[in-house]
């Protein structure tokens, strides 16, 4: 018996680049056997390799916005997801947003600081240009963060996030409900 496997060929360099260094990122986190590793145990191997914590923080995000996000400060990085998200699909957006973490990827600066303090008066604006700066779509950091994080699934054990998380410090609330306060109904259900 014959079985097909289809794979994509790599006819792009770009593409293939992106694939080689998401697989050396991967190799160099050196987690344990397939199948033997959380979303948490993963966590915690990515923060003793990067000397930070990771905290996962489920919030209610404004409609519109992204499922998740990276949030870095001065001592601890949070990853920020829907919460309202099926399971499985909060652990998709968990493991994209540990890719960007992973990859070191940077966010460019969207809005002055004069215009974040007005905006977001209780949030250091370093913080939010961070949060709000990511670049989407088909970047070349948004491919390779969703490439890491597809190769971080196939080697978790596939559990999904559990519910042990701290609460959301208040900081990341205050993002969360301002940014509600402008958002455009019509753009997500609400659940």
Same mark, same amino acid.
Not at 28 to 44: S, V, Y
């Given at each position: $018996? +014959?079985? $097909? ?6 006819? =792009? ?16 986190? +050196? ?72 990859? =070191? ?18 949030? =250091? ?31 978790? +054990? ?25 958002? =455009? ?7």
């Amino acid at each position: $018996m +014959n079985v $097909m496997r289809w794979r994509p060929k790599d006819s =792009n360099p770009e593409a293939s680049s992106i694939r080689k260094r998401s697989e050396m990122q991967i190799r160099a986190l +050196n987690l344990p056997k397939r199948g033997q590793l959380t979303i948490e145990g993963l966590t915690d191997c990515i923060a003793q390799r990067q000397g930070r914590s990771i905290q996962l923080v489920p919030l209610t995000l404004p409609t519109g916005s992204p499922d998740g996000l990276w949030m870095s400060t001065a001592g601890e990085d949070y990853v920020v997801y829907e919460a309202r998200l099926a399971p499985m699909h909060q652990r998709a957006v968990v493991l994209h947003e540990l890719g960007h973490l992973i990859c =070191n990827h940077e966010a460019t600066p969207v809005m002055t600081s004069e215009a974040l303090s007005l905006l977001l008066p209780s949030l =250091n604006p370093a913080l939010v240009r961070r949060t709000l700066g990511r670049e989407h779509s088909h970047s070349e950091a948004e491919i390779e963060a969703e490439y890491v994080g597809s190769l971080l699934a196939q080697r978790i +054990n596939p559990s999904l996030i559990s519910g042990g998380q701290r609460p959301a410090p208040a900081a990341l609330q205050d993002l969360a409900d301002r940014l509600s306060a402008l958002e =455009n109904p019509s753009r997500r259900r609400q659940g």
